[in-house]
């Protein structure tokens, strides 16, 4: 299993960023890749977008706790997908660090499908993950909107 890790700082306290973060109605406003999210019910979320040209819809849980301003989230099924994201008060009490961490096992089929198109499957990940962060920073901030990193075009 390959992990993925990224922080950023957001110029917001963590309570606004996470308000925007654990609505599932702003997931496709900065996930990567994706177009449409939606709740399942308590705690389940299903996901549908486009990536390296082919299309996907998942379901997966979706875990917000607001006291720890913490989400968590994971696939159903075969790609042993999961992760995690993290905001904290920065030093500076104006700013919130936002780390994310991801923990990937795709099935081999699309491992290697992401390398043929790509060349590198966990450069692919890795700039999906910064791409989410400068879109929450993006949206958040109010400077802008969705980052789409290359790869998943």
């Known amino acids: 299993m390959a992990e993925y890790e990224h922080s950023l ?6 309570d606004a960023v996470f308000r925007f973060v654990s609505d599932i109605r702003n ?9 449409q999210a939606e709740a399942q019910g308590e705690g389940r979320v299903r996901v549908r977008g486009e990536a390296g040209g082919h299309a996907y819809d998942s379901d997966g849980y979706f875990r ?3 006291t720890k301003h913490r989400l968590e989230w994971g696939s159903d099924g075969e790609n042993n997908y999961s992760g995690w994201l993290q905001i904290e008060e920065g030093r500076d009490g104006g700013a919130s660090n936002v780390t994310v961490h991801l923990s990937f096992a795709p099935r ?3 491992a290697q499908r992401m390398d043929e198109q790509t060349g590198d ?3 692919t990940i890795q700039q999906g993950l910064e791409a989410a962060l400068l879109s929450i920073q993006n949206q958040v901030e109010g400077r802008g909107g969705k980052v789409e990193p290359e790869a998943a075009t």
């Open 9 to 14: 700082s957001v110029q917001a306290s963590p």
């Open 121 to 123: 499957h966990d450069r």
């Open 64 to 66: 917000a706790d607001a």
């Open 108 to 110: 081999p089929d699309l």
């Open 27 to 35: 997931l496709p406003r900065y996930l990567p890749t994706t177009h």
